[in-house]
């Protein structure tokens, strides 16, 4: 049918006062990933009697069917290894100047480079991984059935708060209040980590089981792991060590800090190949200036 024809169509239809975006020439209908992706095609209805809801493609079709473009096409490959070679740039350079600083007393690693504190280039980088997940979880949202998308908006959101909380350090005066409040010592030093893991119990309690249905899950998954192991797990480590010395300056402290940081920039770079992935995966197309969304 050519473009004349649908707009000859469309205009049909705007006289009977109903208009599809299927009459528009410049709009394409997403693909929808639907639980039963197995399901084959559904037989078509006899002239005259209401339209069957349509089936609902599996990922493998969608990612054969040629068609509009879709995120994919933001390669995730260079993405992903970009965001990686920024990782490693910042744990040498971290690294690279606690190992300069043995021997040399008064010797501090450079603000800008040093990881484990607020106000440098490792938090403004772990500040825009968020904010990019949060951006990828926003778009899974839009193109997600209505039933799941409040839990992918949950996600997001979740992502945005924490990119705020990086920049603006809230955690940090939260576990201080707690700490002095209830006395809390040894790995429970840095008491923010009690509400947070409280916090990330229940936002996977609900959205586990909807993420694990998606391609690229696994990647999301072992992303946050990796993520939770220094942001949980190295940090009250972190803590009881400097309940111990007091000192944050010292060889050791700079090397579990810096693998604190290290470790939560891999896990956001990791989840962020997986919501590629996922995103891609998802049949989102993008039709001009937006998309069609059919979810019910």
């Known amino acids: 049918m050519t473009a004349q024809d649908h707009l000859a169509q469309g ?21 929808r990933y639907a639980e039963d992706a197995g399901a084959g095609p559904r037989p078509a ?51 690279g ?3 300069y600083g043995i021997g040399r007393p008064g010797f501090e690693i450079p603000a800008p480079i040093r990881l484990g504190t607020e106000l440098n280039i490792s938090t403004w980088f772990s ?5 990019t997940n949060a951006a990828l979880l926003a778009l899974i949202a839009a193109n997600s059935v209505r039933r799941e998308r409040w839990r992918w908006i949950l996600l997001s959101l979740s992502c945005a708060v924490v990119a705020m909380d990086e920049t ?50 696994w990647l999301v998954v072992a992303g946050a792991a990796v993520f939770l192991l220094g ?8 803590g009881a060590l400097f309940e111990q010395t007091g000192d944050v300056q010292s060889f050791a402290y700079n090397v ?34 937006g998309f069609v969304d059919r979810s019910r």
């Open 231 to 238: 942001a949980v797990g190295l940090e009250s480590a972190g």
């Open 256 to 289: 579990l800090a810096g693998t604190e940081e290290t470790f939560e920039m891999a896990g956001l770079v990791i989840a962020m190949a997986g919501l590629l992935r996922m995103a891609g995966g998802s049949g989102l197309r993008i039709a001009g200036a």
């Open 45 to 95: 209805a006899a002239p005259g009697a209401a339209s069957p809801s349509r089936a609902e493609p599996s990922p493998e079709a969608q990612a054969a069917a040629p068609g509009a473009p879709h995120l994919a096409l933001l390669r995730r490959g260079p993405v992903v290894g970009t965001a990686a070679a920024i990782v490693a740039v910042l744990a040498l350079a971290h690294y």
């Open 11 to 31: 205009h049909g239809a705007q006289g009977r006062g109903a208009h599809s975006a299927d009459d528009d020439p410049a709009t394409v209908v997403i693909p």
């Open 127 to 131: 500040s825009a991984m968020h904010l």
């Open 97 to 99: 100047a606690a190992v």
């Open 168 to 217: 603006a350090a809230n955690h940090e005066q939260v576990g201080w209040i707690i700490h002095t409040t209830f006395g809390t010592s040894g790995f429970l030093t840095y008491a923010w980590i009690i509400p947070a893991v409280v916090l990330v119990a229940v936002v996977a309690a609900l959205c586990l089981p909807m993420v694990l249905r998606r391609p690229g899950a």
